[in-house]
């Protein structure tokens, strides 16, 4: 089992930056893949952006250039900061992990961005 607890939302204007972070517990041993995921009102959830084991990021077409994630497996935390903020990356966003055969979540953050 892994335990995921994101935190960092908040209001910001456009232009402007906010740090995400997601500490996991439990089996960390066992993810591969950690990252961000993100659900607007209506929308489906969508990908933000992930890193593997290795430190390979990976980002959606929406956020490369202005949001960076990173892992730091000492202290089973991954970040994302995210730049440059637009009034479309207004969402709930949640940390995501995934080991062999499950997929865990954290409960989500509220990050909104006024124009």
């Known amino acids: 089992q892994v335990q995921l607890v994101d935190a960092g939302g908040g209001l910001v204007q456009a232009g402007g930056s906010l740090r995400l972070s997601c500490v996991a517990s439990?089996?960390?041993?066992?993810?591969?893949?950690i990252g961000w995921y993100r659900q607007a009102p209506g929308n489906q959830r969508e990908l933000v952006a992930t890193i593997g084991s290795g430190g390979n990021p990976t980002y959606a077409d929406s956020v490369k250039g202005r949001f960076t994630i990173s892992r730091d497996n000492a202290k089973n935390t991954v970040y994302l900061q995210m730049d440059s903020l637009k009034p479309e990356d207004t969402a709930v966003y949640y940390c995501?992990?995934?080991?062999?055969?499950?997929?865990?979540w954290g409960q989500g953050t509220q990050v909104t961005v006024s124009p």
């Open positions: 995501n992990a995934v080991t062999l055969d499950t997929l865990y």
């Open positions: 439990g089996s960390t041993f066992a993810i591969n893949t």
